[in-house]
């Protein structure tokens, strides 16, 4: 058993932290930059390997099986993830104009006579005379909301692979091979006796 630093679910977030530094320079998604992304993820795993062989924990089974997910699982799906906002900021979030200042005008322009609207008719219940004013004002910044509610979208599919991460982190601690358990007991065991000693 690894400490839960080093869990699958732990290593994950700590992965995706480490590519998220470096996913605002990614303007296309190629083989080269998955495998820079490959490299960077096997040195972090490197890292962390040598960090529990310090604490006595040798488990080398254990991060075969993280960098098979990490191969299989982590990097694909960060792919997917990274492709579609890639796709997304290409077409400036599908804003009209990208959100320019044109477009900033318009759409205060367009909140003012819906804030209009609103109050002039009486099947809607705003009797506020203020509040095309309010509308007028807070028009420019709907392609901000726009943009904001994709990255708060971007940001919950990473947290839904970390929690992906941790159910499978659970089953591999589940179903881990016999032969893999004994070979760490042994291990365990051989540790044991120079603990006592000193």
């Known amino acids: 058993m690894v400490p839960e630093k080093y869990r699958l679910a732990a290593v994950g977030r700590f992965l995706l932290e480490q590519f998220e530094l470096r996913r605002p320079g990614v303007r296309e998604w190629t083989p080269q930059i998955e495998a820079s992304f490959r490299q960077q993820a096997e040195a ?3 890292q962390m390997e040598r960090q529990l062989k310090e604490m ?3 488990d080398p089974q254990y991060w075969q099986r993280v960098r098979r997910v990490v191969d299989d ?3 694909p799906r960060y792919a997917k993830v990274v492709n579609d906002d890639i796709a997304l900021a290409k077409r400036d979030y599908g804003i009209w104009r990208g959100g320019d200042l044109v477009a900033r005008g318009t759409f205060a322009l367009a909140g003012f006579i819906l804030g209009i609207i609103a109050v002039e008719v009486p099947y809607i219940p705003i009797e506020a005379k203020w509040f095309p004013a309010v509308t007028l004002l807070a028009g420019p910044f709907f ?3 726009i943009q904001g509610w994709y990255r708060w979208r971007y940001r919950r599919k990473l947290d839904e692979l970390v929690r992906d991460l941790d159910a499978v982190s659970g089953t591999l601690e589940t179903y881990r091979p ?3 358990l004994t070979e760490s007991m042994r291990a365990d065991v051989a ?4 603990e006592r000693s000193h």
Not at 191 to 194: A, D, T, V
């Open 44 to 46: 972090e795993l490197v």
């Open 56 to 58: 006595e924990i040798d």
């Open 73 to 75: 699982i982590v990097l």
């Open 143 to 145: 392609p901000d909301l």
């Open 178 to 180: 016999l032969s893999e």
């Open 191 to 194: 540790l044991e006796p120079r």
